[in-house]
């Protein structure tokens, strides 16, 4: 069985999100355990309550588990059957010092090199995380460069055994400084209850986490201190605003209201979507809708969008640019290029795209092909591309969204490269002056990429455009 399993596609990340196969796959998980060990001495349910909790869990709407131990393979099997991927936790002893004892590291190593020998492979495997929670003290004590590089050793291991799995490592606010080379998403656990300082935050770790992708690896309230009814508002509202930010998925603590920590059943704190006893709550239900709604949520408005590509000689790159204009998910836009005099086969390229605006003139630069596509659009936000780049099909989701939902007149985004990009569009992306953002806050450029760009018309003819 396991042998047909590892023919089928896994998780990859492109860009700002993850993929499983053609389509996006955004995360919408739940904590699953730890549970009391059970006669084999692991710490997961029985296969007959794995069996009913996956069901439960499918009904959720959830596609992703995230467990802190290392998973039997029965269990990864009956994910799979499921629908399910596993975001497994590495478990470790990294409340000691372990980087001043080389038996502790090595300890780590095996932990590491074990638990995903025994995952490696496996199509339910959505991710490894090395490590969860470095606790503040050990890391300001041993150095957060060197704690950094200990975990990228770490990833690197994985990666040695498992070639095409994803890894990461599950950061919080008092570590948030650690920088990691290796991830190939950024994971954060964050409780923050009051919506202002929740989404600052999350702009924030979209900083940190600059052109990977961002998720919640942990987010909850307790029932019985905030109140199930306050608790499942709050749930509400998270999820919506993680998925608005451009974060690749959420993971909400937890399932169930069953949690076995520290050898010990926890009967004080109830953070479960159900009960002990997987009894739906209030809060199951209203994280049912959200994720059934992610990760489209409404916008407040539709306004039509012009889409402005210049192109000087660009036929190279042109068509797959062109391609991937032509699907992005948004009711109401008009695509403009606008060929500044090209010499090439731009203008045989251009009649292909009936759906396309094109226009051509003398070459005159880029500034003024710009201002002639501000010009003849028909959009209320005129945004801007390259015809060397690829638009993401949910580009101008989150570029008018954030647009909205903003006092400003123009806003941009992230400039990165494809990862099949050749080794002279990777030398121009890491040089200075290249097509990157700069920023003051978090949330407040000082420059972004011409490539990523939207602004009010009205904003542009206003100050005569380019």
């Not at 004590?141 to 990833?155: E, K, M, Q, R």
């Not at 809060?283 to 402005?308: C, D, H, I, M, W």
């Not at 090209?342 to 009649?351: G, H, N, V, Y």
């Not at 941009?412 to 099949?420: D, E, I, R, T, V």
Request: aromatic share 12%; proline share 6%.
């Amino acid at each position: 069985m396991a042998g047909n399993l590892t023919k089928r596609p896994r998780v990859t990340v492109d860009g700002k999100f993850f993929r499983l196969g053609e389509s996006k796959f955004y995360v919408k998980g739940v904590t699953y355990g730890p549970f009391a060990p059970g006669p084999d001495g692991l710490k997961f349910a029985t296969p007959e309550q794995t069996q009913k909790d996956f069901a439960l869990i499918r009904e959720l709407g959830a596609n992703v588990i995230r467990v802190y131990y290392v998973p039997p393979r029965w269990l990864l099997d009956l994910a799979e059957q499921h629908g399910l991927k596993l975001l497994v936790d590495i478990p470790w002893t990294k409340q000691l010092c372990f980087l001043d004892s080389k038996k502790l590291r090595n300890q780590a190593r095996e932990a590491v090199r074990k638990a995903v020998e025994s995952c490696a492979g496996h199509p339910a495997i959505f991710a490894y995380s090395v490590v969860n929670e470095i606790p503040p003290d050990i890391v300001r004590w041993s150095g957060a460069n060197d704690v950094a590089d200990f975990l990228d050793d770490l990833i690197s291991l994985a990666r040695e055994i498992d070639p095409d799995c994803l890894c990461t490592f599950a950061n919080y606010p008092p570590t948030e400084f650690l920088r990691l080379q290796n991830v190939d998403f950024h994971c954060f656990n964050v409780y923050l209850h009051q919506p202002r300082p929740f989404e600052n935050y999350l702009a924030r770790l979209q900083m940190i986490a600059d052109s990977k992708p961002l998720m919640l690896g942990e987010f909850g309230l307790d029932s019985l201190r905030e109140g199930e009814d306050h608790k499942a508002e709050t749930l509400g509202w998270q999820v919506e605003y993680a998925f608005r930010g451009g974060l690749a998925g959420v993971v909400v603590f937890s399932f169930s209201d069953d949690w076995f920590k520290d050898g010990c059943q926890i009967n004080d704190w109830q953070f479960g979507l159900t009960t002990m006893g997987r009894s739906p709550k209030a809060s199951f239900e209203v994280v049912r809708q959200k994720f059934l709604a992610a990760p489209y949520f409404p916008l407040p408005q539709y306004p039509k969008v012009s889409v402005v590509v210049a192109s000087y000689n660009g036929v190279r790159t042109l068509k797959a640019c062109l391609d991937s204009l032509e699907h992005l998910n948004y009711p109401d836009y008009e695509v403009i290029l606008v060929d500044d005099g090209s010499t090439d086969i731009t203008p045989q390229l251009a009649s292909v795209y009936k759906g396309i605006r094109y226009l051509r003139q003398e070459n005159m630069g880029l500034s003024v092909a710009r201002n002639t596509g501000i010009e003849a659009a028909a959009g209320e936000i005129v945004a801007f591309t390259d015809s060397d780049c690829r638009a993401d099909e949910d580009w101008l989701y989150y570029l008018v969204g954030d647009l909205l939902n903003s006092r400003f007149t123009g806003i941009g985004g992230h400039n990165f490269l494809p990862p099949k990009d050749s080794l002279v569009a990777a030398a121009v992306m890491v040089s200075p002056g290249g097509p990157a953002h700069v920023m003051l806050t978090d949330r407040l450029a000082e420059h972004i990429p011409g490539c990523n760009m939207a602004f009010y018309r009205w904003a542009l003819l206003e100050i005569k455009g380019f």
